[in-house]
């Protein structure tokens, strides 16, 4: 079996920015690998546009992305024992995990796929003749919850489940504990999602629209970019909340930790959703969770204990269960230190022995078939 100092590993997936999940998880991923003495190999999906112009052309940018994509794949897959693909649903499949994977196998390298988001259901629905025959080509099947362990089963996929990573020596409750300001002068509550439709911070909008009336000390910091700022942003001056909320946009990784560590309460509206960074986050940072029970969510948390579940865009819901901790500072405290307690489950202490165990498996495999 090779040792992990000598296991050379191609990892595949995207970078921020923009900060989404997939991206963080790479990063994090790469970093921690390293550190554990693996050789790692990062095909980055989504770099800079070379030229920088061509990011400016619709027509042509997928091009110009993607021919220099599968040259790195192409040569960092000759040297990999073993490739982990980062994928995700709709086009970022067909572009970049599907070539990956086609590639791998040419290159006789077996291969993970690591399969992400929450919008894997309906888009193996619609393209499941396409996109089954592919999937079936990995070695192993790799997702980070039981809501996608139970989707791909379905389609009689073998499939393992390895959480998501979230770094407890940075996202900690004792960060700074000069930046949360007693509840009592004016609760601060935070949305830490990609400003897109599929995450409704709309919702949360006027869900907080409802606790200022009640709380007028109340402010509300909704971090990220993306398409919908200027919609949120005129929503927030319609609601007359232009002086409560703030739209930082993105931060980095430190201003985040900031940000959690001066932070109440955390609101995730999504729509769509499987394991959000978010809630892992917040709840390693002391931060109280109140969530939408969409997708892997309920799978994730446990309501009334470690996060408060409400339905998707319901925002007077949203609204009674912040009202709940806001007038119950214990039942606040309650969820805070379970969230705690649930984190410890995502820390790298947890998870590394499982994609280790996964990785020298894969590369004595590799291994054999060059000796065969």
């Known amino acids: 079996m090779e040792s992990q100092t000598s296991l050379h590993l191609t990892l595949i997936g995207p970078l921020p920015p923009p900060s989404g999940g997939m991206a963080n998880q790479t990063r994090q991923l790469a970093q921690l690998l390293k550190q554990e003495g693996l050789t790692v190999d990062l095909v980055q999906v989504n770099p800079p546009y070379r030229p920088q ?14 021919i220099p994509y599968l040259m790195r794949l192409w040569q960092a897959t000759r040297r990999a024992d073993v490739t982990h693909i980062m994928a995700n649903s709709g086009w970022a499949w067909h572009l970049f995990a599907a070539p990956a994977l086609i590639i791998s196998r040419l290159q006789g390298v077996p291969a993970i796929i690591n399969y992400r988001g929450g919008n894997a259901g309906a888009f193996l629905q619609q393209q499941a003749r396409i996109v089954l025959p592919i999937l079936r080509q990995a070695k192993i099947l790799a997702v980070p919850s039981q809501f996608l362990a139970e989707l791909f089963e ?19 409750a004792t960060a700074d504990l000069t930046l949360r300001k007693p509840i009592s002068t004016g609760p601060h509550l935070i949305v830490t999602r990609n400003l897109e439709a599929l995450y409704d911070i709309s919702t949360a909008l006027n869900a ?23 919609n949120l942003e005129v929503q927030a001056r319609q609601l007359d909340l232009a002086d409560a909320v703030t739209f930082p946009g993105r931060l ?18 999504s729509r769509v959703d499987n394991t959000p960074n978010s809630v892992l986050e917040a709840w390693a940072s002391g931060v109280a969770v109140v969530s939408t029970a969409v997708g892997g969510v309920p799978y994730l948390v446990r309501d009334d204990e470690d996060a ?25 405290e309650k969820l805070v230190n379970a969230g705690r307690n649930s984190a410890e489950r995502f820390s790298w202490r947890q998870v590394k022995p499982l994609w280790l165990s996964i990785y020298q498996d894969l590369a004595e495999v590799r291994s054999q078939q060059a000796n065969a």
């Open 252 to 269: 980095e990784l430190q201003a985040m930790v900031e940000l959690y560590a001066s932070a109440h309460i955390m609101l995730n509206p």
């Open 154 to 172: 379905r389609y009689d996929l073998p499939v393992i489940i390895v959480p998501n990573i979230v770094d407890l020596d940075r996202f900690k």
């Open 53 to 66: 112009w061509a990011g400016r052309l619709p027509g042509l940018r997928a091009v110009f992305r993607l």
């Open 308 to 332: 408060l579940l409400v339905p998707p865009t319901n925002p007077d819901a949203m609204a009674s269960a912040v009202a709940t901790l806001l007038e119950a500072p214990e039942k606040l």
């Open 208 to 230: 907080f629209a409802q606790i200022h009336r009640h709380w007028p000390n109340a402010r509300l910091t909704i971090a990220g970019s993306g398409p919908e700022r200027q």
